[in-house]
């Protein structure tokens, strides 16, 4: 069972940082690498894989350092996110060129059972230029696969699959993590992560965030503050009311008179709240017993990047 671990480990590149001082471990299982797009995911993935070396700290696998290590690639299976392939050969030409160039005694019956397990068997003959995007992505992961690697890294594997390759290709992880390999991957999609990682690991603006299990990472995110915009018949009302109730951590009106479906007043009431389910409870309540009208509640911070950052900043 392989481990993979990073400490302390920065990467820049010229003057930008694209990872920032940061260590995790990664054991046996699915582990799902968190993050908005920009994050420093992939440049993660690829000191992981030994393509990119660290500009301080260590990578390593089993204890061994990762950079400049040749032995580590029979280990480990790289899926890129990068769509870029050698178009001109099939499917089988491509899996049965990474079986040779891992030095297999049995190219061929190795690049024929990884195209069976990723389900190309069918569209093998086919040159690469005539595959969807969804089926470039399978013939990534066969061709990391057909040298039965320990620890599979993929970066954003699900982008350009239809419904059913995405539960093909999870089922496929699943089974490879309940043999004992180590598996991560890459998204910014967390419904993604949720559905099949056993842990996560969030990243934003090269910074490690928070790490644990879905519930522990969906409870902070939950439970961060919560911002809305709201427009009502009587927003002064509407800010003494809820400061009196006390259900808001922070109230503030901007603009002056009464708002309009019209949307005719430039006036808003911004509040952030703690605990968001107990606020859009207690909100409606309150305008019914003011009579007030609400015409407008929005969340103001519902971005992805928006709920790293709280992450970040905790």
């Given at each position: 069972m392989s481990v993979l671990v990073l400490d302390r480990v920065s990467r820049w590149f010229g003057n930008v940082v694209a990872v920032n001082d940061i260590s995790m471990t990664i054991g046996p299982g699915i582990t799902g690498l968190l993050g908005p797009n920009g994050a420093g995911k992939s440049t993660v993935i690829n000191m992981l894989s030994g393509f990119l070396a660290p500009s301080s700290?260590?990578?390593?696998?089993d204890g061994a350092t990762i950079w400049r290590n040749e032995d580590i690639y029979r280990s480990v299976g790289l899926v890129p996110e990068?769509?870029?392939?050698?178009?001109?050969?099939?499917?089988?030409?491509?899996?049965?060129?990474?079986?040779?160039?891992?030095?297999?005694?049995?190219?061929?019956?190795?690049?024929?059972?990884?195209?069976?397990?990723?389900?190309?068997?069918?569209?093998?003959?086919?040159?690469?230029?005539?595959?969807?995007?969804?089926?470039?992505?399978?013939?990534?992961v066969a061709s990391a696969l057909v040298h039965d690697p320990s620890v599979l890294l993929l970066d954003e594997p699900f982008n350009g699959m239809d419904p059913r390759q995405r539960l093909h290709l999870m089922d496929l992880l699943r089974t490879m993590a309940n043999d004992g390999r180590t598996v991560l991957f890459s998204s910014h999609i967390?419904?993604?992560?949720?559905?099949?990682?056993?842990?996560i690991q969030v990243m934003v603006a090269g910074r490690h965030a928070a790490s644990g299990d879905f519930r522990e990472i969906r409870r902070l995110m939950t439970e961060r503050p919560h911002q809305y915009t709201i427009r009502s018949s009587d927003d002064r009302a509407l800010a003494s009311a809820i400061i009196s109730d006390g259900s808001a951590s922070g109230v503030q009106l901007k603009g002056s008179g009464p708002a309009t479906p019209m949307g005719e007043?430039?006036?808003?009431?911004?509040?952030?709240?703690t605990d968001f389910s107990v606020f859009v409870r207690v909100l409606p309540r309150l305008a019914r017993e003011r009579g007030i009208t609400l015409y407008d509640v929005s969340p103001a911070d519902e971005s992805l990047e928006s709920v790293f950052s709280y992450l970040v900043a905790r």
């Open positions: 700290g260590t990578a390593t696998l990068r769509e870029a392939m050698y178009d001109i050969v099939t499917g089988w030409d491509f899996a049965l060129a990474n079986a040779r160039l891992h030095g297999l005694a049995e190219p061929g019956a190795a690049a024929l059972r990884a195209l069976t397990t990723v389900d190309m068997l069918q569209a093998k003959d086919r040159a690469l230029s005539t595959y969807s995007k969804g089926m470039k992505q399978r013939v990534k967390l419904e993604e992560v949720e559905r099949i990682a056993d842990g007043s430039e006036a808003e009431l911004h509040v952030e709240a």
